[in-house]
């Protein structure tokens, strides 16, 4: 699975837009871009996925570069409840390996 | 459905005393998933199985660790014997995988292990 790299920590006020990046310079074309978030002391839970085109779900958006090298997670109207770590994932789609977990970024909304 | 649940969602033990982590996943899945994190190492997977059969175990450890899926809707994850260092949140996940592309993956509450 290619390789990731997220923003450490990012603050966002309440209410505004949060914009989460995340470069997969070496993304292949049958691979997925996954998000999924873990707020403290809790399992991770599934935001979004996309291949190519953009996504919309009732939790996020997802924009991915023309060229896939890289996307941005929008929460649209962060609120508290987002403060989470929000973890980028690249991988094969029918692959048969499992998520693979790097660091994150450290989301704090702020009030 | 009530989602993946996980059993216990703490447990303290001595070191040397034998573990065992339990896990339900959601009705109709046919993949799970055992992670273990830490401060230090993040969120680790160690072992998977599909359709009840280990796929990929490279993460497991050690041979202190074992882990069984006796059928579709149950699962351990045990430690015998158990070492401080084993001390982490434990998580359970499942997804349904088909061959032409795979579900999200849904988290258990986890279990937060400490050895003493």
């Known amino acids: 699975d290619a390789k990731t790299t997220q923003p450490t920590s990012m603050d966002c006020a309440e209410g505004r837009a949060a914009n989460l990046p995340c470069n997969h310079s070496?993304?292949?074309?049958?691979?997925?871009v996954y998000w999924y978030r873990q707020i403290h002391s809790q399992g991770p839970q599934y935001i979004i996925h996309?291949?190519?085109n953009n996504e919309t779900n009732e939790m996020a958006s997802l924009i991915i570069t023309e060229d896939r090298k890289s996307s941005t997670l929008i929460l649209p109207h962060a609120t508290l409840r987002d403060t989470a770590v929000y973890y980028c994932?690249?991988?094969?789609?029918?692959?048969?390996?499992?998520?693979?977990f790097g660091s994150g970024t450290r989301l704090q909304v702020q009030p | 459905d009530a989602g993946v649940i996980q059993s216990p969602r703490h447990e303290v033990t001595e070191m040397g005393q034998e573990v065992t982590l339990r896990c339900k996943p959601i009705?109709?899945?046919?993949?799970l998933f055992w992670y273990r994190q830490t401060m230090m190492r993040g969120l680790e997977l160690l072992i998977y199985?599909?359709?009840?059969?280990?796929?990929?175990d490279s993460g497991m450890p050690e041979d202190r660790f074992s882990a069984k899926m006796p059928n579709a809707s149950f699962s351990t994850l045990k430690i015998q014997p158990s070492e401080p260092r084993d001390s982490a949140v434990y998580f359970c996940?499942?997804?349904?995988?088909?061959?032409?592309?795979?579900?999200?993956?849904?988290f258990g509450q986890g279990t937060r292990l400490t050895v003493v």
């Open positions: 996940a499942s997804t349904f995988r088909a061959g032409a592309g795979n579900t999200e993956a849904f």
């Open positions: 070496t993304i292949s074309g049958n691979e997925y």
């Open positions: 996309g291949l190519k």
């Open positions: 994932i690249v991988r094969v789609g029918t692959g048969r390996r499992a998520l693979t």
């Open positions: 009705s109709g899945h046919n993949s």
């Open positions: 199985f599909n359709n009840n059969v280990p796929i990929d």
